[in-house]
Every structure is written in C-alpha cells, then in structure tokens.
C-alpha cells in the first residue's frame, strides 16, 4: 500500500456538527453548545475534556460558520509574542470578521501569558476557544475563567466510536486500491479499546492497514493484530492531571461504599498504568479514615500487605494488594475517629484551648514552694483502672469530641465503659 502523507485523522474530521462522534449533551439537537454557534454569536469559551474527545473538530467547525481567521496555538510551545503577532493581523484585510484564537492546553500558559489576552477578548476583536485536559477551575486564570463559558466534551462511547471506526476503515479500504476483509467484531473492538479517544481509535485503524498482510491482492484485518496495536490505549491516565485523582477517588469511594467489585476495577486500573504508590499510599489512609474503630486491625493488616507490596513490585504485587482492597471493602464502616479529631481540630482554631488542668500538669517541674490543691489520680489505682477526674481544660470541660459508631466493635466499648462509668 502505498503512504499517504495526510494523517487519516485529518482527512476524517467531521466539518460539520451532524459529523461529530458523540458530545450530544452539547452538540445534539438541544444542545446549548449547538445552539450557540447556530446562532452566530461566538462567546469566549473553554472546551475542557480528555485528548480526541472533539475539541479542536468543533472549534474549526465555529471558525467555518461565522467565517473568522483561525488561529492556533498550543500553549507548550507558543508564548506572548505569537499572540501579539496575531494581533498585529487585526483590522486588516487578513482578519475582515475578527480572529477566533483556538489556545490548545492553555493550562500551560502562565499567569501572566493569559493576561495578555484579556484586553482583546473584552473589546470583542479576538474571540477566544481555549482547550484544556485539566480541571479549569484549577488551571485557568480566574481572570480569563470569568469571561468564558464552560464545555466539557466527554470521552466518546463505544457505540459512537464505532461509527468513526468504520468510516476509517472504508477510506483506508479505498486507499490500498486492493480488497479487503476485517475478522469479525474489528471495529468494535477498536472503538472499546481507545479510551472514548477518537483520534486513537482512527490512528490505529490506519495502523492496522498498513501492517496487514496481503494474500493474492486481498487484506485480511484481524482482531490479534487490532489488540497489538491497541494494547494499553484504553488507559487515560497522567499521574499529575485529572485522570489519577478521578481514579483514586474512585477507588477510595467505591472501598467507603462497601463495593468490592468496583474497588477491585479501579486497583487494576491503577496497576495496570504502572501505579503502585498511589494505591498503597490510598489503602493506609482508607484502613484509618473509613474502616476505622469498626475493624481497628484492618490497619495493621493493610500495613502488612503494602509491605509486601512494595517488596514484591509489579505484577505480583497486585495479589497483597487485592487482598487489602476487598478486606476494607468487605470490612465494617466507622468514622467516628476522624469526626472526633476533626472536632478538636475545629477548636482549637477557633481558639477553644484553655489551660491544662493543674493536676495533669508534669508536676516534676514544680519547685518546692508550690502547693498542690488537687493531685493527679493515678487510674490503674482504682477499680476497672478507671476513676473519674477533669482532663479537659475548665473552658472546654464539657465538650464532646468522640460518639461511638454504630458497629458491634465500638457499642461493644460502649457498653463496656458505660457500665463502668454510669453513662455520660
């Protein structure tokens, strides 16, 4: 077959909205994004969402429509004198409607470098599409962020991807000038296997092409070498973007909510991206934050397997490790401990300490000429190893941090001490 030097990719892309694979929350019939561009009128916008999700497609799409020069920059190359330079192209015969700047990753753009922009996206002569695959919230000048609206594209399902797939398929069919046959179930395969990333799922298409054998002027296509080309590809994951932290939350939510399936899901995803920190680091917090008073060996336990872990590496690490996930999913819940600590936390910001009761003071330190009204009570002198005694400051001497859970472990302690203590 012989190579064409346009990318399958850019021969494919939809120009018009119909064309676009998935986004219909935005782009549909009733779509606001939709209606907004039908319109005419071009708000400055942010298009937040994964690579390959229609970002780039649409903004050339709004460009077409309202018949403004299209300028693009990518924000990890670019920097303040690309923009002047277009600026510099304002007002002239080159930009006759205005400029619709598409600002690729503007996450990487400084401060400062976003202020740059400001002046020409109020005055209306650059109308501004910024893209991102990080949170904006985070990552955007608030500045900017204020003057924009808000997109999020989401990754493309599997039924809209295989669309895609096979219009690919067909143009890479008509390119070998030769017949061809895909193993049945291809391009479904491709689409679940990138990731709801439409530009993998055609790249690999065109991948696939190029390496298929041919036997007597036909080409075969087969579902082995789709799964070499795809391997790994449905992983989206960037330990420092967004991904990593929807993951882990993910995987602490679905562990909190008693769902080892889900817990055990989101672990793979994390190992299989070659993440073993983030997941043991998770499980310590886990053992304490949610599992808690209800199982209190479960920390030691987890301890234990991360140790093992750590010790064993990848791939034999996974086994520990699953062992921990489904023990805390399947554990009691209690988070009474953090409630308490959070508490304490609370008043002590507010400045709700008081001073330390004179007779749980280190009396050691006292001179001689010091006469102690009230001594301290040593507890393992009493009956139960319990007497009762002020431990509190006078000003918070009534304050109540801890209240049991409602597991078998934590009521089994409380009725334990309110049998010895008569209650509170």
Request: overall charge negative; some cysteine; hydrophobic content about 40%.
């Amino acid at each position: 077959m012989q190579r064409v030097n346009r990318p399958l990719a850019d021969e494919i892309r939809p120009q018009s909205l119909d064309d676009v694979v998935g986004q219909s929350h935005i782009l549909g019939k009733n779509g606001m994004l939709r209606r907004i561009i039908e319109s005419g009128q071009v708000p400055n916008m942010i298009f937040y969402g994964p690579s390959g999700t229609g970002k780039t497609t649409v903004a050339g799409i709004i460009a077409g429509k309202t018949n403004r020069s299209l300028h693009k920059l990518n924000a990890t190359t670019a920097g303040v004198s690309d923009i002047k330079a277009i600026i510099d192209n304002l007002d002239t015969m080159l930009a006759p409607n205005g400029v619709l700047l598409y600002l690729d990753e503007i996450q990487y753009f400084s401060k400062k470098q976003q202020q740059s922009l400001l002046e020409y996206i109020e005055n209306g002569k650059i109308s501004l599409i910024a893209s991102t695959t990080e949170n904006p919230y985070f990552y955007v000048y608030s500045a900017i962020l204020s003057r924009c609206t808000v997109f999020e594209f989401k990754p493309i399902e599997a039924h809209e991807m295989a669309k895609a797939v096979l219009r690919a398929m067909n143009i890479m069919g008509e390119r070998s000038g030769l017949n061809w046959e895909a193993e049945e179930g291809l391009a479904e395969y491709i689409a679940s296997a990138c990731g709801g990333d439409v530009r993998k799922a055609i790249n690999s298409t065109e991948l696939l092409f190029y390496g298929a054998r041919e036997t007597g002027g036909r080409l075969f296509i087969s579902l082995d070498d789709a799964k070499a080309v795809t391997q790994r590809s449905a992983m989206r994951y960037d330990r420092e973007g967004d991904d990593h932290y929807d993951i882990i939350s993910a995987f602490q939510k679905s562990i909190r909510g008693s769902d080892p399936d889900a817990a055990i899901h989101y672990l793979a995803r994390l190992l299989e991206a070659g993440d073993l920190i983030s997941p043991c680091r998770r499980l310590l917090v886990i053992a304490s934050e949610d599992i808690g008073l209800a199982y209190p060996m479960a920390a030691a336990i987890v301890k234990s397997c991360v140790d093992s872990a750590m010790q064993l590496g990848l791939p034999e690490a996974q086994i520990p490790l699953a062992e921990a996930v489904i023990l805390l999913a399947t554990a009691p819940k209690s988070n009474s401990a953090v409630i308490a600590i959070e508490k304490a936390a609370a008043d002590i910001k507010k400045g709700k300490t008081g001073d330390i009761p004179r007779h749980l003071k280190n009396v050691h330190a006292d001179g001689a000429e010091v006469s102690h009204v009230e001594e301290y009570k040593y507890a393992h002198d009493f009956e139960n190893h319990y007497v009762k005694q002020q431990y509190l400051p006078d000003a918070i001497k009534d304050a109540r941090y801890y209240e049991y859970g409602d597991n078998k472990t934590e009521q089994a302690a409380k009725k334990y001490w309110d049998e010895i203590k008569g209650g509170r």
